[in-house]
């Protein structure tokens, strides 16, 4: 094994053993049915928290090609297996979101447990053909039309909004009716954990919103005077709406021909489903982490330990009703430092300890000495600022008012930082990713895909963000 097999894919912030083992039997299903194929080879690494894929270059040459022969027609066939399968884990929500996990026999709490490993869909991220196919479609977009700067815009979905979108607008409804009609905190604190509880949960299960993180909000919040307040949930009130005259506006303007109009269109229905994984992702972990906790207290571990867990492990503990002992426990701090999840013969092999390391003694780290870095452009606008860069939740705090967030990639539990910075750069994402999706509503400037800015940039640089040109580089005063 050598660098020359593999490809990076994308690194996320992300930990606990749990998800990533359920989002990686996803992908193996997903790209069985989708390509009639099995994954030959590729693996994940999780060091310092940090999730890193790798993908076998011959398995990418393979979906590439897959997508040219199919042509759109393919692409398309497959936004539509998106479609079906959120469908079954919107039933899954369905049937499980009122159900008392306390309540449920050993026996129930395991079905439930394992019901949801076999629904569960890949988070976007993790989905090698979407990246793949979103970069084949824009490829095929005229260069007058990529020159104009207007893709992004074009292909923002007029008919669906993300959770930010509405979380915020809700957040300013409450702040609205507390100055406005003299309503208690505590209770639209109580009205929005009921309604986006789940909204700050993702792949990575972290944990939903509690009283504390939208009472900081709302108090935040009401330090504005009540006109901005009204201001800002008439715009919020009004978001798609807006985006729809916008993008009217603009086909007035460009004569799109019928193959950019189509480019355009598979591109916005990847912006779309994209939105759609996230929400009921969310929304199914959400749920989901009631019946983990459940089991948790049942064999005597925390509910943050038992994510580090194998899901055979879980299963043999509450079968066999046994307690987590010293050995476990030791073997949890283990994969706190590293782990690796290897398709190896088209098998998923979990590998920890000094099994790992052997893995991964001839798998090298990027790095570079360059000073540029050229991208794409999620967002326009052009920055100049002090670079502080994130890979892992525990450097959530350094992040400053003003400066510049350098990272792999964005989740939901993002949000908060994005509110405090002003511009994003992004090691990995196309025009449909989430840092995209949110730079747009944030309306800060966003270059994604540069590969290796988390490599090149350090805390404290001073760096420009070119988001006009997708150009990213070390300045002097």
Not at 248 to 273: H, P, W
Not at 278 to 293: E, G, M, N, T
Not at 318 to 346: C, M, P, W
Not at 371 to 387: D, I, P, R, S
Request: charge should be positive.
């Amino acid at each position: 094994m050598g660098d020359d097999e593999y490809i990076k894919g994308v690194s996320v912030v992300i930990g606990p053993l749990l998800p990533a083992y359920i989002d990686a039997e996803a992908y193996l299903r997903y790209h069985k049915k989708v390509f009639d194929s099995v994954v030959d080879a590729g693996f994940a690494v999780v060091a310092r928290q940090v999730y890193t894929s790798y993908f076998s270059k011959e398995e990418m040459d393979r979906i590439q090609t897959s997508i040219n022969n199919g042509g759109f027609d393919k692409i398309k066939s497959n936004i539509a297996f998106f479609y079906h399968g959120l469908k079954g884990v919107k039933e899954w929500i369905e049937k499980n979101k009122d159900v008392q996990p306390e309540k449920l026999c050993d026996d129930e709490l395991l079905d439930v447990f394992q019901e949801f490993i076999q629904i569960s869909e890949p988070p976007a991220p993790s989905i090698p053909y979407m990246r793949y196919a979103e970069v084949i479609v824009y490829n095929k977009l005229s260069e007058e039309i990529k020159k104009q700067g207007v893709v992004e815009k074009l292909t923002v979905p007029d008919d669906i909004e993300s959770v930010i979108i509405k979380e915020k607008r809700h957040l300013y409804k409450c702040v609205y009716e507390i100055l406005i009609k003299k309503a208690s905190v505590n209770d639209k604190v109580k009205e929005h954990l009921e309604q986006f509880g789940w909204s700050t949960t993702h792949f990575s299960m972290d944990k939903p919103l509690d009283k504390k993180d939208v009472k900081d909000a709302l108090y935040q919040l009401l330090k504005k005077k009540p006109g901005e307040v009204k201001k800002e949930v008439d715009e919020l009130r009004n978001y798609l709406k807006d985006i729809n005259n916008q993008k009217k506006g603009l086909a007035q303007k460009i004569m799109l021909s019928e193959k950019d109009k189509e480019s355009v269109k598979i591109l916005e229905d990847f912006a779309r489903i994209k939105i759609l994984i996230q929400d009921v992702q969310s929304h199914s972990i959400y749920v989901f982490l009631r019946f983990l906790y459940e089991i948790a207290k049942r064999i005597t571990i925390s509910g943050e330990d038992v994510k580090w867990l194998l899901p055979q492990e879980i299963t043999g503990l509450l079968k066999n009703q046994k307690k987590t002992d010293k050995t476990l426990f030791d073997k949890i701090r283990s994969r706190k430092e590293i782990y690796v999840l290897a398709v190896i013969g088209s098998k998923l092999e979990f590998m920890e300890d000094e099994r790992a390391r052997e893995f991964l003694k001839n798998i090298g780290t990027e790095k570079s000495d360059v000073n540029e870095l050229k991208g794409q452009t999620g967002y326009k606008g052009c920055v100049k600022g002090k670079a502080v860069v994130v890979t892992d939740r525990k450097e959530f705090d350094k992040v400053k008012k003003g400066d510049i967030l350098v990272t792999t990639t964005t989740t939901p539990q993002f949000i908060p930082l994005v509110k405090k910075v002003r511009a994003i750069v992004a090691d990995s994402g196309g025009i449909t990713s989430h840092a995209a999706i949110l730079s747009r509503e944030m309306k800060i400037p966003c270059v994604i895909g540069t590969g290796i800015a988390t490599d090149v940039f350090k805390d404290g640089d001073l760096i420009e963000v070119d988001a006009d040109k997708g150009i990213v580089k070390k300045w002097k005063k």
